[in-house]
């Protein structure tokens, strides 16, 4: 296992409890999302998996260690580990789009060329390289989004959390960043870890959802079983993906015949419509088919 | 222009510029050999020079829009101006330019504090022209590693470092407060205004603090352990170019030495 938590408990020092025995596996390439309302403890689990935070009870393990909070421990846990912050004013700090993604490897003592190698590379991944030389303030919040996914890019981790990549992006950035996200995993085998109130974009880019409600684990698995469960995703404040909404609806209310998985991407939901139309209304019971859409 | 419409100019310029791609130390030399020149000059001719030359460098060959340059320059001039009118007036000794007889006292006008008040105008403006070539040719980063390079405190050079940064972004968030209270009447009116002013001073404060805290975590992910380094890789400065600047240099001091003196009345 990559991640193992044991019973993680975290309490604030103003006395919220934020996270209540929260015990979770990660395993190395996985792409898991990790959902929850406002203030359910999200962005407190991922600080504490590069040891922003330590827990007040309970273990983290990476690679079978416990994790240390030593100085040196804490300095290879982050170069394996990297962090892009939800608002990247908060992470870019350097007057130049190279000097702050160049911070990351010079504090881990890479010779300059090394370091600007690595730059180069980081910032042609997520395609910023025209802006190199820029400051921080010249670029948009997608372009600075980016620019921060490169900064991390750049200290070469072998798992990248994120927390809120596609928030206030507008959809053609989102998608950009979704799928800059996937190549990293499939070509790069690098493990990802976000936290998104995005429901519509789970599917499409996590092969594990893990769902936080006040600070205990509500449901883990695929996104398919959990986004199924409808009754558990409507009592932890969440909703469906709007295609799997649709099927719902159309299960429920038009007994339409529709697997116990839902379908969540606009390809499932295809096929399943193609399947429907091929095996014919005529399969439905008799009663029904007056109710439903297709019967004219 | 609004004011913070000139400092996101001028920082946009430093990054734009033709000249922004060579050396900040040939730079630099060159800014502040010429201000050193400049302000112990003590006639009009060697200001002029030296207004003219960084004034041509800057509008030829950095490609700096003449009426931003003008922007820049109106509100000092016009300083300088008021301040200089009174040196003029008020300051001098020896031989009267003219007299004026008023009830209670003989107002005199002297001829070396004309001289004076003249000097100083120019001299006001050549320096000024020396800081805008620097300040408009030599990004902040440039000046920083500069800084570095030349044994400047850490402390003072990260500090301005961060500073520089966040400016940027309170500025927005500042002028984002401002213009949400403009949308909800926060300044119809003098009383209004100046508690409108408050909050945001208030406010932003605050957000300060929080900004502060976030960034040092953001910092620390990334491996801080309270020594920013950065990297460098500036332009060397080329030996023709600063051999070139210390012949202007000497060419100048003996300029200034040839013109001392010279009076304007």
Redesign the interface.
């Known amino acids: 296992m990559l991640f193992k938590l044991e019973n993680l408990s975290h309490r604030y020092s103003d006395g919220t409890l934020a996270l209540k025995e929260i015990s979770l596996n990660f395993a190395k390439g996985d792409r898991i999302a990790l959902l929850g309302t406002n203030g359910s403890g999200k962005t407190t689990l991922l600080n504490h998996l ?1 040891g ?1 935070l330590k827990p007040t009870s309970g273990k983290i393990y990476f690679e079978d260690k416990p994790l240390e909070y030593d ?1 040196k421990s804490l ?1 290879s846990l ?2 394996r580990v ?2 892009v ?1 939800q ?1 990247p ?8 789009v ?2 702050d993604v ?3 490897p ?3 003592g890479y010779a ?1 060329d090394h ?2 190698k690595l ?1 180069d590379d980081a910032l042609k991944t997520v395609g910023m390289t025209e802006f190199t ?6 670029l948009s919040l997608g372009q600075k989004k980016r620019v921060a996914l490169a ?2 890019l750049a ?1 070469q981790p072998e798992v990248i959390i994120m927390d809120e990549p596609t928030a206030n992006l507008d959809p053609r950035a989102i998608s950009e960043i979704l799928h800059l996200l996937l190549h990293l995993n499939t070509e790069n085998g690098i493990t990802l870890l976000l936290a998104t109130h995005d429901v519509d974009m789970v599917p499409m880019f996590a092969n594990k959802m893990v769902i936080l409600d006040k600070g205990r684990v509500a449901s883990e698995g695929t996104p398919k079983e959990s986004f199924s469960n409808t009754e558990l995703i409507r009592k932890v404040n969440l909703r469906s993906p709007r295609i799997a909404h649709l099927f719902e609806v159309l299960k429920k209310e038009d007994n339409l015949p529709i697997d116990e998985l839902l379908p969540l991407t606009i390809s499932e939901a295809r096929k399943e419509i193609l399947e429907l139309l091929n095996s014919g209304i005529n399969s439905m019971p008799e009663g029904d088919k007056r109710k439903t859409a297709y019967t004219r | 222009m609004a004011h913070s419409d000139i400092y ?1 100019h001028i ?2 310029s430093a ?1 734009t510029n033709l000249l922004a791609k060579n050396s900040p130390i040939t730079k630099g030399f060159f800014a502040l050999s010429a201000l050193i020149i400049s302000v112990s000059s003590q006639s009009i001719i060697v200001p002029i020079i030296i207004f003219t030359i960084t004034t041509v460098l800057l509008l030829r060959f950095a490609k700096i829009k003449a009426h931003f340059y003008l922007d820049l320059l109106i509100y000092p001039t016009a300083m300088a101006a008021l301040s200089c009118l009174f040196i003029a007036l008020f300051f001098g000794y020896g031989q009267a330019l003219t007299q004026i007889n008023l009830p209670w006292f003989t107002w005199t006008i002297f001829k070396n504090g004309i001289t004076m008040s003249v000097n100083t105008f120019f001299r006001v403006e050549s320096a000024l022209s020396c800081l805008y070539f620097l300040v408009l040719t030599t ?3 440039d000046i ?1 590693i500069t800084l570095r390079r030349f044994k400047v405190p850490r402390v003072v050079v990260e500090l301005s ?2 500073i ?3 400016i ?2 309170l500025l ?1 968030i500042s002028v984002k407060m401002n213009t949400a209270q403009k949308l909800r009447l926060g300044n119809s009116g003098l009383i209004k205004r100046m508690r409108s002013v408050a909050l945001v001073a208030g406010n932003l404060f605050i957000r300060t603090l929080e ?1 502060g805290e ?2 040092f ?9 309270g020594n ?6 500036l332009p060397k400065p080329k030996k023709a170019a600063i051999f070139g600047i210390v012949l202007f240099d000497i060419i100048l001091a003996i300029a200034i030495f040839l013109t001392t003196n010279i009076g304007v009345v």
């Open positions: 590069n922003i100085a300095l982050r170069k990297g962090f912050f608002d004013n908060d992470q870019l700090f350097a007057s130049t190279k000097q160049a911070f990351g010079l504090n881990l300059p370091v600007k730059v030389e820029k400051p921080p303030h010249f900064g991390v200290m | 996101a920082d946009r990054y990004s902040i980063t920083f470092l961060l520089y940064r966040y940027f972004v927005e900004q976030r960034t975590v953001a910092m620390n992910a990334r491996g801080y352990d920013i380094r950065v990297l460098e890789d």
